[in-house]
């Protein structure tokens, strides 16, 4: 199974400053299709995960354009340029390419300092 | 409106049985792929199983393999989860989702104790 490991566990941010958060698998992510099958999601306090990220840099349709995802490979960032009170919450990375299992990552947490 | 809602959840003792249900409504369901995804109780996302648009494929994590069965009723639009032989690490919220995961539902919570 591809495990999905991301960093920092805990993000404590400053309103209006910019935010960053690590995903790695454990194996290449790179489908014999050539995409990239590696999503970001967003979960609000009490609220269902949300889809922020698709193939790694695709935002879904009404995400806010301050999220943005890159990377290649093994090493993804979801980046938020400026962080809102709005963004507080659990982000979880997920692969899609080496199926069964869909494997997430642990989860970070973002607050506000 | 595009739609998942699910039901069924409760509480449940060690060893017992219930089916969770997730109807699906604004999009077309019977070529969706759908997922069950849990969470248990301040923890992270994980992924359960998972059924093509026509049922003919379904896939199952090991945790649950031979314990759960997934289905679905396209002429219902609805989307089922049966879980059998439950143990206290079941215990989560249960999620249905569509697709590429691009659309979750709400969640309804399922409590296996004694």
Not at chain 1, 90 to 98: D, F, I, L, P
């Amino acid at each position: 199974d591809v495990v999905m490991t991301q960093s920092p566990l805990s993000l404590p941010v400053t309103l209006g400053q910019p935010a960053s958060i690590s995903c790695r698998s454990s194996q290449s992510l790179v489908h014999s299709d050539g995409n990239t099958y590696l999503s970001w999601f967003q979960q609000r306090p009490g609220q269902s995960p949300r889809r922020l990220i698709y193939k790694v840099s695709n935002r879904d349709s009404g995400v806010p354009d301050r999220f943005s995802g890159s990377g290649s490979g093994t090493d993804f960032t979801l980046k938020i340029s400026r962080v809102e009170a709005e963004d507080v919450g659990v982000y979880y990375c997920m692969q899609g390419t080496h199926w069964p299992p869909w494997t997430f990552g642990q989860g970070t947490k973002v607050e506000i300092k | 409106e595009v739609q998942l809602v699910e039901s069924g959840g409760g509480l449940v003792q060690p060893g017992g049985s219930l089916r969770l249900s997730c109807v699906a409504s604004g999009f077309t369901f019977s070529t969706s792929w759908m997922y069950w995804v849990r969470q248990a109780p301040g923890k992270g996302l994980v992924w359960v199983s998972h059924i093509r648009g026509d049922g003919s494929g379904t896939t199952y994590a090991d945790s649950v393999k031979g314990r759960f069965t997934i289905s679905r009723d396209n002429a219902k639009n609805t989307l089922y989860l049966q879980m059998n032989s439950l143990r206290a690490e079941d215990t989560a919220v249960y999620f249905c989702a569509r697709g590429g995961f691009e659309m979750w539902g709400q969640g309804t919570m399922v409590t296996v104790s004694s």
